[in-house]
């Protein structure tokens, strides 16, 4: 098992729609766990961590599910401008630095 | 507001070549690190520099060295370029490995 999976995609949803990501991880022992957002031929940037209760920012919630050992990102009310690859990011099974998945493509459509 | 800044931002190279690729970050921060990135593979850790002083290698370390010149400077060294190392580049830099990381914009190498 990878230790970051996500979906790939591309996900393409009208404006305004409510999208969800789910990411799932390997190391049952991970404590840090965070979104970035990745906008075509940027550097990544990060968009949020994500804490064992849940949280909120705007329109953007993270959610962790430690027994199934999966992260979700639900975005609300699409903007064009949420249009990005979306990067699932947790610590590693053995190392130092965090390990990144692959991403998962968002367009959101007029 | 300059964060993490890498040089240059676009480098053609030959194959056999070297090459240095430049980073310095303004934060203060312990830890630096450098990934690649190809298309469907994601960002890969090439090597990392947890604190001034100490360089380990990441996922995929052959063709390329390290150096943490102080605690702000870390450059990445490729002594004989291949095509295989046509990449984007990315430094980034975080207080410690397990909280978020601040990346440059990248270096966008291609070894013909």
């Known amino acids: 098992r990878k230790e970051v999976e996500q979906d790939p995609g591309p996900f393409n949803v009208p404006e305004g729609a409510t999208v969800a990501f789910n990411c799932t991880y390997s190391n049952s022992a991970s404590q840090s766990f965070f979104w970035y957002r990745q906008d075509c031929r940027k550097e990544p940037k990060l968009l949020m961590s994500v804490y064992s209760s849940g949280n909120e920012d705007g329109r953007f919630t993270a959610q962790l599910n430690r027994a199934s050992q999966y992260i979700s990102l639900l975005i609300r009310d699409s903007k064009l401008s949420d249009s990005a690859t979306y990067l699932c990011?947790?610590?590693?099974?053995?190392?130092?630095?965090?390990?990144f998945g692959k991403g998962t493509s968002l367009l959101v459509t007029p | 507001n300059a964060g993490v800044t890498q040089t240059p931002k676009f480098q053609v190279l030959k194959t056999g070549q070297s090459m240095t690729l430049q980073c310095a970050q303004d934060?203060?921060?312990?830890?630096m690190y450098w990934y690649r990135q190809d298309p469907g593979m994601g960002l890969r850790l090439i090597y990392y520099s947890a604190s001034e002083g100490t360089t380990d290698k990441g996922e995929v370390p052959n063709g390329y060295n390290v150096s943490r010149l102080n605690k702000r400077e870390f450059s990445l060294r490729l002594e004989s370029a291949a095509p295989s190392q046509t990449s984007v580049y990315f430094c980034?830099?975080?207080?410690?490995?397990?909280?978020?990381?601040?990346f440059g914009s990248g270096t966008r190498l291609t070894v013909v």
């Open positions: 980034a830099s975080s207080e410690e490995g397990t909280v978020g990381y601040t």
């Open positions: 990011v947790v610590t590693p099974n053995s190392g130092y630095a965090l390990n």
């Open positions: 934060m203060n921060h312990n830890s």
